[in-house]
């Protein structure tokens, strides 16, 4: 069964480091989400791409954080500098043409 | 603005239905869904129902919504200690697969002995 894959799956690091996190969505889904989600509260979406364009990025802080999707395909999600307040799991999704945002396992990251 | 709520936390007895609440506050909601959310998981699309309906039954589980009242509710018939988890309860106010989706902040199930 096709599933969304998210490296690493735990990464901690100091405040003020870069950290990186790469996803692989459903192969042909066109449409890849980021959420982050906080330790008992719901995901929140930061950015959503339509196959290489930024459909919405309105939640996203974009003094740190930055994501890209060049080919349409894998997709990266940037922090820098990290701080302690990006302590979270990062989620990945993707969709196709129906109505069901397929999930990774999440990148947990712990900032000290 | 968009928001979603629902409890923070659930405890049945094992083999007792659970009935996991939730409302939300746009009236243009198009979809309504459950998520399950392992620990140390993704979430998992459990169900979904659109907004012209208002009741969808799939195996032991019942979504009931009540658009009036901006109410959805899950119901988990024979509740099963593998049912133990968090629920999302999430909306969408589009019409295709690329809508935004807002999620409420979970509800712990724990099953009892």
């Known amino acids: 069964e096709a599933e969304v894959a998210q490296s690493p799956r735990y990464k901690i690091t100091e405040k003020s480091q870069a950290v990186a996190f790469w996803c692989d969505p459903i192969s042909g889904h066109a449409t890849l989400y980021w959420y982050r989600q906080i330790l008992g509260q719901g995901p929140e979406l930061l950015v959503q791409?339509?196959?290489?364009?930024?459909?919405?990025d309105s939640q996203l802080p974009k003094d740190r954080f930055s994501a890209e999707r060049l080919k349409g395909v894998d997709s990266t999600l940037k922090i820098q500098p990290a701080e302690l307040g990006d302590s979270a799991m990062y989620l990945c999704a993707s969709s196709g043409t129906d109505y069901e945002q397929f999930f990774g396992p999440g990148t947990r990251l712990t900032v000290l | 603005g968009e928001d979603v709520e629902q409890s923070l936390f659930l405890s049945v007895r094992e083999g007792d239905s659970s009935v996991i609440n939730c409302t939300y506050t746009d009236s243009s909601s198009t979809y309504l869904y459950w998520y399950k959310q392992e620990p140390g998981a993704g979430l998992q699309l459990l169900t979904y129902i659109f907004s012209n309906m208002d009741m969808k039954q799939d195996q032991r589980l019942t979504v009931l919504l009540n658009k009036k009242d901006k109410h959805l509710s899950l119901r988990i018939a024979d509740t099963q200690t593998g049912d133990s988890a968090i629920y999302f309860c999430?909306?969408?106010?589009?019409?295709?697969?690329?809508?935004?989706?807002?999620f409420g902040s979970g509800t712990r199930l724990s099953i009892r002995p």
């Open positions: 791409f339509q196959d290489e364009s930024v459909v919405d």
């Open positions: 999430a909306e969408s106010t589009g019409y295709s697969s690329a809508s935004k989706i807002i």
